[in-house]
């Protein structure tokens, strides 16, 4: 399959790039680099896919130049070499916001997995026309593009953070949808674009609502990996509020593994999925946690809790369980230990910009 991955070069994308490079697919991956966290570690994820591809057949990946790590709406053609025989790995540098490109990509693809946007809630509440421009409008050019093609499916990275205020929990899908940040707005208004364009053009859309996600070379500035970094340098994790948020943690294995069910399965084209771990956890528990694991003898240290963090999230996954058998297989305890051993293993290279951010 020819496919797309918007955003490919960040954590979540490049572990999908990866995966599907493994398989023998044609994968493209459309990233700015955006410098909001250390352009390195989407390097790194580049070449990973790349590795991915080269291994995964005697064709190999398209070798094709990385360029840039500025936020660029102009894009070189010449970048996007066209697709070669078997599988294959090819990287665009370019920005979603640019609806031609955009729009070049999608008609060559027979899937796209959208991902690229201004990630995080803190983020936002500084800047709240950053998400705006990426997330609405350069989703709303994914969708475009795809209504003028036959193109098989568009899979939607939403988040939890469209649910903000929780009236009960778990939040199933029918939950009122209440953000708290301009992130979650910006989210909200991605998918229900793709919902009402496969309402109104038929066109099959599926929207993930991914529970903060983590896993080997996630995000820095998340809580997990803040706490492994803190711990590994011989410091307490730093908790914001007073610990007792609740999040369902969920691992970025089992994020993949629904994301490849999707690649053949139609059974929930026009839906919004919750996808998380149903396990929820409070910060200062996990904090205890990443420390015990690392240094039991370092202490918590508390600091205000920034705007815009919703106070709690719990998934309900039936529906996703239901219509395309997704089953999170990764306890946050195993989850936790895997990434700590691979943070141990790649602190070379993670860690500096870990401290960076
Ligand atoms: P990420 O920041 O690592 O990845 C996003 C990628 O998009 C980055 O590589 C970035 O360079 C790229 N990008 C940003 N603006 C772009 C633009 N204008 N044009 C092209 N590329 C651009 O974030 P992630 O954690 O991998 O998140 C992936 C998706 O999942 C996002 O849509 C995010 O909103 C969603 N999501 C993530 C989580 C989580 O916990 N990680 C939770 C809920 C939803």
């Known amino acids: 399959m020819d496919i797309l991955v918007t955003g490919g070069a960040g954590f979540i994308g490049g572990h999908l790039a990866e995966s599907f490079a493994r398989d023998g697919h044609d994968v493209t991956v459309l990233d700015n680099l955006d410098p909001y966290y250390a352009v390195g570690i989407k390097r790194q994820n580049i070449e990973l896919g790349r590795a991915a591809a080269r291994e995964s057949n005697s064709a190999g990946a398209d070798d094709t130049r990385v360029d840039g790590g500025q936020t660029r709406l102009e894009y070189d053609e010449t970048e996007v070499p066209a697709s070669d025989t078997g599988g294959s790995y090819e990287f665009a540098d370019g920005d ?18 959208h991902q690229a946007a201004q990630a995080g809630v803190r983020t936002s509440v500084d800047d709240p026309r950053k998400p705006n421009d990426i997330n609405v409008d350069g989703t709303l050019n994914v969708l475009d593009a795809a209504r003028k093609t036959d193109v098989e499916r568009i899979v939607l990275a939403s988040s939890s ?10 939040y199933d899908e029918a939950h009122p949808t209440t953000p708290v940040s301009p992130y979650g707005v910006s ?5 229900q674009y793709a919902r009402v364009y496969h309402e109104v053009y038929g066109l099959p859309t599926v929207a993930l609502r991914y529970f903060t996600v983590y896993g080997p070379r996630m995000r820095p500035n998340m809580a997990i990996s803040n706490f492994t970094a803190r711990c590994l340098n011989g410091e307490p994790p730093v908790v914001y509020g007073d610990g007792s948020q609740t999040r369902d943690f969920t691992y970025i294995d089992d994020i993949v593994g629904v994301n490849r069910t999707l690649m053949t399965d139609d059974s929930a084209d026009g839906e919004i999925l919750n996808v998380g771990s149903t396990g929820n956890i409070e910060i200062h528990t996990l904090a205890e946690l990443i420390r015990d694991t690392i240094d039991p003898s370092l202490g918590l240290e508390y600091a205000e809790q920034p705007m815009g963090d919703a106070q709690h999230t719990h998934a309900d996954v039936s529906k996703a369980r239901e219509l395309v058998g997704y089953e999170p297989t990764t306890s946050i305890r195993q989850g936790v230990a895997q990434y700590i051993e691979w943070f141990r293993a790649n602190r070379d290279w993670y860690e500096p910009l870990v401290l960076q951010s």
């Open 187 to 191: 989210k909200l208004a991605g998918e």
């Open 96 to 113: 979603v916001r640019n609806a031609d490109l955009v729009e070049r990509l999608v008609a060559d693809a027979d899937i796209v997995y």
């Open 161 to 170: 953070s469209v649910y903000g205020k929780p009236e009960y929990l778990p």
